[in-house]
T-cell receptor, first 115, second 115 residues
């Protein structure tokens, strides 16, 4: 079945550092890829998405490019802030299987940004 | 901005008791989901619901679980006889099914504590 693997945390950074969180996936169809973020005590919020190969999703300074050849969707941000401290989840949904198909999540990566 | 709302935010129950977790999805969405997150673990799919019936369920979603859309706005998850291992954060989500790449919008979650 479909699966998502992302780097384990926690990742601890200083403010203004560069952040990369690796994500790779396995899917038999043509998945859409997502990054969700969970701030402390809150639910999951969509951060960005990409629906086909070579698409780049971006939001709030974060970027991720859908790489079909390496089955990857790595999340990057050039200069993190303390407010970026959260848990980040990579996920996929394979709409070629069914409309409204479920999300399959990676294990989550906790990021802590220190001032 | 439209949002998914879940009640209660925290539910404490005794083992063997029935619980009902409630969700109000975004009004024009057609696909509804329940996920759970055991503390410190990944977000796991439980069930998806479309056109008043279950479209997919995971192996976690056994006979103790049921879902219902009792009216035009609510979407509920019932656990008939709770076990200690049901303690988790339960997230409701809704989507338009793929028009926007199947973006799923999540509620803030209900923390279920089974004693």
């Amino acid at each position: 079945g479909d699966s998502v693997t992302q780097m384990e945390g926690p990742v601890t950074l200083s403010e203004e550092a560069f952040l990369t969180i690796n994500c790779t996936y396995t899917a038999t169809g043509y998945p859409s890829l997502f990054w969700y973020v969970q701030y402390p005590g809150e639910g999951l919020q969509l951060l960005l998405k990409a629906t086909k190969a070579d698409d780049k999703g971006s939001n709030k300074g974060f970027e991720a490019t859908y790489r079909k050849e390496t089955t990857s969707f790595h999340l990057e941000k050039g200069s993190v802030q303390v407010s970026d401290s959260a848990v980040y989840f990579c996920a996929l949904s394979d709409l070629s299987k069914a409309a409204g198909n479920k999300l399959t999540f990676g294990g989550g990566t906790r990021v802590l940004v220190k001032p | 901005e439209p949002e998914v709302t879940q009640t209660p935010s925290h539910q404490v129950t005794q083992m063997g008791q029935e619980v009902i977790l409630r969700c109000v999805p975004i009004s024009n969405h057609l696909y509804f989901y329940w996920y759970r997150q055991i503390l410190g673990q990944k977000v796991e799919f439980l069930v998806s619901f479309y056109n008043n019936e279950i479209s997919e369920k995971s192996e976690i979603f056994d006979d103790q679980f049921s879902v219902e859309r009792p009216d035009g706005s609510n979407f509920t998850l019932k656990i008939r006889s709770t076990k200690l291992e049901d303690s988790a954060m339960y997230f409701c989500a809704s989507s338009d099914g793929g028009i926007s790449g199947n973006i799923q919008y999540f509620g803030a979650g209900t923390r279920l504590s089974v004693l």
